[in-house]
């Protein structure tokens, strides 16, 4: 099982400093590369069963790790402890059981391999830093009479947008702002700073959130600073807000983690759509 | 070799679906309106004998295409089909089904700035004003045009597809 | 001297909404599709040094603004900076290497489940569904968009970044 990639999306399009890195790794492979590298060693040549005591030194140390993700990290310990097994004992025989389990050989090339995949994404992301875009445009300025317009196109966008729109409307009506107290939105935000570690201010708001929302949520964080619970950070004027865990955090509040779980959810499908038109208003010009 | 200042003003007006005005192109192109003068006299004068042109109306500047490819534009946009960005499209649902119609339900309806998508369809004849909404600011009504029939081949808007959603309230 | 197909090429890929094929521009511009290469090249080079440049994806070519403009176009259309996640470059940089690929193909060269971020990078539209793959389940086939290449600056797909490590093939 494939654990669950934990740095989350910092709201798509807008002017944010990079996020500050999140503890802990993106997956085994992720933790097995960093020790290579951290060692300087050579992936072509290290003996990746030498990793094993390490590694496993490294997941305890992450300490909470979900299960299916735990699971994960252990099948890949287990490996590496079987891999040094073999070299310390080279007359042990694979056992018909171990078939299925990843060689040496297997192992090492998947880790080149993300490495690979690793600095390819330095590169895009360097690009993307860099900012040197380019923009096509609409076209809006042809004096033509047009011909040949589709009936069915524009009664599908018809339909597309009034989706849209009744999709925005329900979201207003389902997340009415008086449910939000401040003591069960604290609660909330408690919860997912325990869970998480850290998490910004922008992820807390969701993707649209109502005006009640956002203060219940502001004074919440208040409250937790003032309780010593949190710490805030923001590196510039007008920045990314940063919430951390400061104290071990308190018993989750079981009753509000939920409801904030769905509103994000639920804001998704509507987020998705506006976050494309944003999209689409960063690339081209037509909105 | 072009001047910089030209290439920005370039691309400022490529990506531009309406004229922009002189002082509008000084300040993103960070130049005086002097050198901004000079900058549009050189990237017109590159323009020549391409198949682009570089227009003004006063002081609003814009990038045209050449006169002379003007059958080939028409070929290539009036060939078979409308050519619409799916966001001119929908702005375009949102006026037909909703006529008359002002900018700021349009967007209440799509949720997004409709400047553009507005203006591309007033050039291309698809909409048209139809006088003032009588509430504060009097802003202005859109409608669906003639040619809006023909391009869609409607005899009348009483044609337009019917669609499964409920309506929702427009007023912004 | 500019030749005229190039000309002809120009006008109608600068009023084109959309990215125009091969086959349709030497179509519209009268040319057989060798001429036409030679004056996809000869317009591709003449933009260099100037504001404008030519990409394509495949056989789908559009004028877009030259990458080191990027600023000024950005402050004109008042667009924001794209931003994403370690995770959702590490993805897209999977995806964009061995398109097209199925999300049980990136999941096994990151380790990770990516759901989220093929969600992400849909929503963004740098990617698209390219079909299935003749597998059991027939699995969707994922490749990068137009906006992918405009996203960063690339002309096209030849010029995604070369990295120290090339990999060796790995199914899953």
Known sequence: MSPTERHEDAPVIGVRPPRVAVEGFEGPLDLLLELVEEKKLDILTVRLGDLAAEYLARVRALGQLPADEAAAFLWLASRLVLLKARSLLPSLEPIPEEEDAVSEDELRARLIEYAAVRQRAAALGDRLRAGERAFHREGGTVELPPRGGDTDALAAAWSRVLVLAQRQHREQIEVPPERYSVAQRTAEIEEIVAREGSVTFDRLLGEAPTLSFAVVTFISLLDLYRK??????????????????????????ARGGGSADRREEKGTGVAGAEKREEGASAERPGE | MRSDLANRIEAVLFVAEKPVSRSELARIAGATPRQLDGALAELGAAYEGTGLRLQ??????????????????????????????????????????????????????????????????????????????????????YGTTWEFLECFGLTSLDQLPAVMSEPVATEP
């Open chain 1, 228 to 253: 010593l619970a949190i710490d805030l950070e923001q590196d510039e004027l007008f920045g990314e807000i940063g919430i951390v865990r400061k104290a071990p955090a308190a018993a989750p509040a």
């Open chain 2, 56 to 141: 003004h109306d006063g002081d609003e500047w814009q990038i045209a295409t050449a006169p002379e490819m003007a059958p080939f534009v028409a070929s290539y946009l009036g060939a078979d089909r409308l050519r619409l960005s799916p966001a001119s499209l929908e702005t375009l649902s949102v006026i037909a089904y909703r006529q008359p119609i002002t900018r700021a339900e349009v967007e209440a309806v799509r949720g997004v700035n409709c400047d553009q998508t507005i203006y591309t369809l007033m050039s291309r004849r698809l909409i048209e004003e139809r006088g003032r909404k009588e509430t504060p600011g009097r802003p202005i009504l």
